[in-house]
């Protein structure tokens, strides 16, 4: 099984850091110049956030740590290594705990990236976005390709594992550009890709345009041609999809991943950080400020704390189990489908049950959403 975990009680460690270089169109904070930051203060906050999972999560073991949020990229990295230090103090670490940072192709941020690994960083998601300056521009990034290849030799020098990330489904992205795009990603030699089709997500300025009639969406054969296409190279290339949108060489899955889509517990500390632990779902207060003044009140960020009910978590693992090519155990999702949905859609074809598992078949992964939709009860 791809990825499968080496401990049964694991659980896995999400920090959000919420400060970005510079405003970007994909951040969700108001905070995003890092100039200013109180650093100790910051640090201090996330370990305190930090020791109220702990406490109650004691007796478990990480088996991963992912950095993620606005740059985090940009943290010092003795702030990285005293949160990685505090995790494996008041947890323990599986012998081969993965330690994900994500980071955007600059060269600031790839200057770090030596450091970053000596702080205990033993893998990074780096967002090359594309490999075409127009289309890096349409993206609104702020680097170009030279800028993203030389990032992406730096990270490769200094972590163990590194993925990288792209965009296609473009505007006016023609199946033999992406085709050559997709070819020249594989061959820079990394175990792991994730591969997105843009989606125009409400209130963005993609959708603004697309509004004014000023963006043409892909046409949605063509949509689906590039996404077969996709994971026909890629399992040429021996990077099968594991996930829907995520391809990598056996053993090369994003372990920190997987125990979302798995549904496994993990804990998440800072800024909108979201978590699951012993069937308690928590979210973290999502503006920087007001997640501070709540570790100084409360000792932790948490704006809301629930139970969730014993109907609640098997919809759950089916929602995010069925992403997953080995799909998700029956066990998992009893009462949460409908039988005889899936029953008419094992007869055409798009999702496959046996005694054990429920899974999407390829053509289906074209339907997800419209599956989960029809299934979920």
């Not at 370990?47 to 004691?58: C, I, V």
């Not at 800028?147 to 199946?175: N, T």
């Not at 296409?229 to 021996?238: E, F, K, P």
């Not at 049950?353 to 289906?364: N, S």
């Amino acid at each position: 099984m791809p990825g499968a975990l080496t401990d049964a009680d694991g659980l896995a460690l999400y920090v959000h850091w919420p400060f970005c270089v510079s405003k970007c169109p994909y951040c969700d904070f108001n905070s995003h110049v890092r100039d200013g930051v109180d650093q100790a203060r910051w640090r201090d906050a996330l370990l305190t956030d930090l020791a109220y999972e702990a406490e109650r999560t004691s007796g478990r073991r990480l088996t991963s740590i992912f950095f993620g949020g606005g740059t985090p990229s940009l943290m010092p990295p003795s702030t990285v290594a005293a949160l990685i230090a505090a995790a494996e103090t008041r947890w323990s670490f599986a012998p081969d705990i993965e330690i994900t940072l994500e980071a955007n192709p600059s060269s600031v941020e790839a200057a770090r990236f030596t450091d970053l690994a000596a702080a205990g960083v033993n893998r990074v998601s780096l967002g090359l976005q594309a490999l075409d300056d127009e289309a890096l521009r349409f993206l609104g990034r702020a680097h170009d390709v030279n800028e993203g290849l030389a990032a992406l030799d730096v990270a490769q020098r200094a972590f163990d594992r590194v993925s990288a990330d792209l965009i296609y489904a473009r505007p006016g992205q023609s199946i033999a550009a992406w085709e050559a795009e997709l070819a020249r990603a594989l061959g820079f030699g990394t175990d792991h890709l994730s591969l997105y089709q843009l989606t125009i997500e409400p209130g963005t300025r993609f959708a603004t345009l697309v509004a004014q009639g000023r963006l043409e969406t892909v046409d949605p054969d063509e949509a689906a041609t590039l996404f077969e296409l996709t994971r026909d190279v890629t399992a040429a290339a021996g990077l099968p999809a594991y996930e829907i949108s995520n391809h990598a060489r056996t053993g090369q899955e994003s372990r920190h991943n997987l125990t979302y889509w798995r549904y496994g517990d993990y804990v998440g500390v800072g800024p909108g950080a979201h978590g699951r632990r012993a069937g308690i779902a928590t979210v973290r207060a999502k503006k920087p400020e007001n997640w501070l003044a709540r570790i100084d009140t409360a000792g932790n960020g948490i704006a809301e704390e629930e139970a969730l009910d014993a109907a609640t978590r098997p919809v759950e693992a089916l929602l995010m189990g069925l992403r997953l090519e080995e799909g998700v155990p029956l066990a998992r999702i009893a009462g949460a489908y409908d039988d005889a949905r899936v029953a008419r859609l094992e007869r055409q074809g798009l999702v496959a049950r046996d005694a054990e598992r429920l899974r999407v078949l390829p053509a289906g992964m074209l339907l997800l959403d419209a599956i989960l939709r029809e299934i979920a009860v």
